[in-house]
């Protein structure tokens, strides 16, 4: 992306553009975002009232309506807030690795999950069509802005049947392993504990929060006689570390918010994860997390922001998440670029995160020393202006006299991939011997060793 100033760059332009950035981009920070987590910090109750969700049961039998449009972006602030929080109980630490969370022995109301739909004779279609009806425990971590590979908005264009979810994942071999291998890592997990574990094969639902779902993998039960949760995940070797942070075992952060949001519909109190990283018994991670209900509330709260805010009204959440998985995002829905497209005008918060962007390149410039957290910022704010361009190769924004110009031009060039020439060779022999050329290059290399080892 490239940005055209229509005047030299003054740095003391920030002594006003700051002010309007924090003001435009983060509405409430003069106010310390009080009124949005006032009642975490003061030790209320989730203001998703109980009478409403009863009434939403009875009398949508499941569907909530789609109803009104307004403009809001109040999941930046709320979502800023808590990740930049120390105190808080979302406070990010890092995608490599989520935090183990202490108990937390309250005495609270109990209640009973509500079964939405038998799953054992639904097609794959129609599992998808009654997922979309609320927030499955997959969806969690894209919502609170923590997964490495999908937006919130990603979750949100599945929930209004723009785009299914999985349909669009990449690595698709990795996802049907996952299936395939679900029953062996649950054998494994039972042999190597000695825990009873089964399945009930339906989809349930929160009694207060009719927009909490879950379709839990297995129950167990344990020698009390008390249930916990299991949750099967296969992963390679390479990507094992992720269960372990600073030497100590743990849940990637990615997962946690799944267990957690099951934890909170079935009112179960604990959750094992099982991870098969390997081809043997052995090769098996097992790991346990207690309920934390001070976790739980800031969760539901971000899940009845993204339902209420953004499901209900079809207003799409903002982008948030790193600058990858946003551009990752864009593309899938915007399309291919199209350089006949009008310009567009930056509007609402892009003025804003446009000198952002800009203060950030800025800094960069004059800094001596390689920042990861500057590079990843400056991405993050690129891929949400790009984002924002859509199938547009150009945008303007006319701010204190002057005209911004970014253009997103894209770069083609004609290949065959992989996939494709190895189903010409196969399909089409001849026209493959006629036309394709193999290319030579050598590489030199100087190897090291004792001339014993020789």
């Known amino acids: 992306m ?12 920030w002594q006003m553009v700051i002010p309007a950035f924090l003001l435009c981009c983060c509405p409430n920070a003069d106010q310390g975002f009080e009124d949005k987590t006032f009642f975490r910090k003061a030790g209320r109750k989730n203001e998703y009232k109980k009478e409403k969700g009863r009434q939403e049961l009875a009398e949508t039998g499941g569907r909530i309506s789609l109803q009104g449009y307004s403009r809001t972006e109040s999941r930046q602030p709320v979502l800023e807030e808590l990740y930049h929080d120390p105190d808080s109980k979302l406070h990010a630490q890092g995608q490599k690795g989520g935090v183990t ?29 009654w997922r979309r009806r609320g927030i499955g425990g997959s969806d969690v971590s894209a919502i609170i802005g923590i997964s490495p590979f999908r937006t919130a908005r990603d979750i949100y264009y599945d929930k209004l049947g723009i785009a299914a979810v999985e349909e669009d994942e990449g690595n698709w071999v990795a996802m049907e392993m996952g299936h395939l291998l679900e029953d062996l890592v649950a054998k494994i997990f039972e042999r190597k504990t ?29 020698p009390d006689g008390t249930k916990a949760i299991l949750e099967i995940k296969t992963t390679n070797y390479n990507a094992k570390d992720h269960w372990w942070k600073d030497g100590r075992e743990t849940v990637p952060a990615y997962y946690e918010p799944q267990g957690r949001h099951y934890m909170a519909v079935m009112d179960i109190d604990r959750v094992f ?16 997390i207690h309920r934390d209900m001070a976790y739980e509330e800031e969760m539901i709260f971000l899940e009845q922001e993204f ?6 009204k079809q207003v799409p959440p903002p982008y948030l998440e790193d600058g990858d998985v946003i551009l990752a995002s864009a593309r899938q829905y915007c399309g291919r670029a199209d350089k006949d497209a009008d310009a567009i005008v930056l509007n609402g918060s892009m003025p804003s995160t446009l000198m952002r962007y800009m203060q950030l390149q800025e800094q960069k410039k004059q800094s001596d020393k390689y920042s990861k957290k500057l590079e990843a ?16 190769c150009k945008a303007v924004c006319d701010m204190g006299g002057s005209r911004y110009t970014l253009t997103y031009n894209p770069v083609r060039k004609m290949i065959v991939d992989k996939d494709n020439l190895m189903r010409l060779k196969l399909q089409y022999p001849e026209i493959y011997e006629q036309f394709v050329t193999v290319s030579e290059f050598r590489t030199f290399h100087v190897k090291v060793s004792s001339v014993d080892a020789a």
């Open 273 to 288: 994860f099982c991870c098969l990283y390997g081809n043997t018994e052995d090769e098996t991670i097992i790991r346990e």
């Open 377 to 392: 910022d400056i991405q993050r704010l690129k891929a949400i202006l790009a984002a924002e361009m859509g199938t547009s």
């Open 101 to 129: 969370m202490p108990d937390t022995n309250v005495e609270r109301e109990r209640h009973n999950p509500q079964v939405l739909v038998d799953t054992e004779n639904l097609t794959r279609e129609e599992w998808l069509d």
């Open 307 to 312: 339902w209420d805010s953004h499901v209900q």
């Open 194 to 222: 000695g825990l009873k574990i089964y399945q009930i094969k339906k989809m349930f639902r929160h009694p207060l929060y009719p927009f909490m779902l879950a379709d839990v993998d297995y129950f167990i039960t344990m």
């Open 2 to 13: 490239t940005l055209v100033h229509g005047n030299p760059w003054t740095p003391g332009i």
